[in-house]
C-alpha cells in the first residue's frame, strides 16, 4: 500500500518504508480520532510511540514482540494519553514529555514521565534520532519531534500544534494564540523546508510547502 497518511478509526494502519526508520500511523478512539505514530528503527528493531492516545488493544498489537523503547506525549490533553498507563504497565517503556506539561500528564494518568524534554533534547530510537522542538501555545508544554532522514526530506510529528489549514486551537485566547502562531513560524517554517512532511495529532498529513503561502492568513484570523 502506497502511504497517504490517510487514516480512520477501525480502517487499520498505514506505514511508511524510509531507508532507515518506518512510520506506522493508526487513528484511535471513535470520538477524537487521534493519530498515533509508531517509529521503528530499521537497524535495530527498536520502536517509539508518538502518543498512546487511546485504545491499548489497537496499539500493542502493533507494537507486537519488539517492545518498546519509549513512549512520547505531544502534550497534557486527555485525548493524546488515555492510552499512556495500559502501554507502559504492557511494554515498560520509559515515558517523555515537555517539561512544563509532564506534571499534569501524571496528575492525569497516573504515569510518571521519565524524562521531561525541551527544545533540542532527543529521543533515540534505534540509530535514529528525533529532535525535540518545544511550541508553546496549545498547551505549555508542547512538543513537535523532528527526523531528519540523511536519504529524504525531513519528517516532522507536530501533535495539536500544527494541521493542514491552521495552527492548534488555542480556545481563545489571544496571547496564546500569538505565542504559538510565532514559535510554528520561527521554529518550523523559518528553518525547514518546504518539502518536510508533517504528521499532526488529529486528521491528515501535509507538507511545510502547502501551508507555508497561508501563514499570514492564519494570524489575520486570529485561529
Not at 527544545?119 to 522542538?133: H, N, P
Not at 527526523?147 to 489549514?165: A, M
Not at 518550523?188 to 518546504?194: E, G, K, N, Q, Y
Amino acid at each position: 500500500m502506497t502511504y497517504t497518511g490517510e487514516v480512520e478509526v477501525g480502517g487499520g494502519a498505514q506505514t511508511r518504508e524510509l531507508e532507515h526508520l518506518t512510520i506506522t500511523k493508526v487513528a484511535v478512539d471513535q470520538k477524537m480520532s487521534n493519530n498515533a505514530y509508531l517509529l521503528r528503527c530499521t537497524g535495530t528493531g527498536d520502536q517509539v510511540l508518538i502518543d498512546a492516545a487511546a485504545e491499548p488493544e489497537t496499539l500493542l498489537p502493533l507494537v507486537g514482540d519488539a517492545g518498546l523503547a519509549a513512549v512520547v506525549t505531544t502534550h497534557q490533553h486527555w485525548d493524546h494519553h488515555g492510552a499512556l498507563k495500559d502501554v507502559v504497565e504492557a511494554t515498560g517503556a520509559q515515558t517523555v514529555a515537555g517539561e512544563p506539561d509532564a506534571d499534569a500528564i501524571t496528575e492525569q494518568t497516573q504515569v510518571t514521565v521519565d524524562r521531561r524534554v525541551g527544545d533540542g533534547d532527543t529521543v533515540a530510537v534505534g540509530d535514529c534520532t528525533l529532535e525535540v522542538i518545544r511550541v508553546t501555545g496549545h498547551t505549555p508544554g508542547s512538543i513537535c519531534l523532528l527526523y531528519t532522514d540523511p536519504s529524504g526530506h525531513p519528517h516532522l510529528f507536530t501533535g495539536d500544534s500544527l494541521f493542514p489549514g491552521g495552527v492548534g486551537n488555542t480556545f481563545g485566547d489571544a496571547a496564546a494564540f500569538q505565542q504559538l502562531v510565532d514559535d510554528v513560524e520561527n521554529k518550523l517554517f523559518a528553518r525547514l523546508p518546504d518539502d518536510t512532511w508533517f504528521y499532526p495529532g488529529h486528521g491528515n498529513d501535509s507538507t511545510l510547502g502547502v501551508e507555508r503561502p497561508h501563514l499570514q492568513e492564519w494570524r489575520e484570523r486570529g485561529w
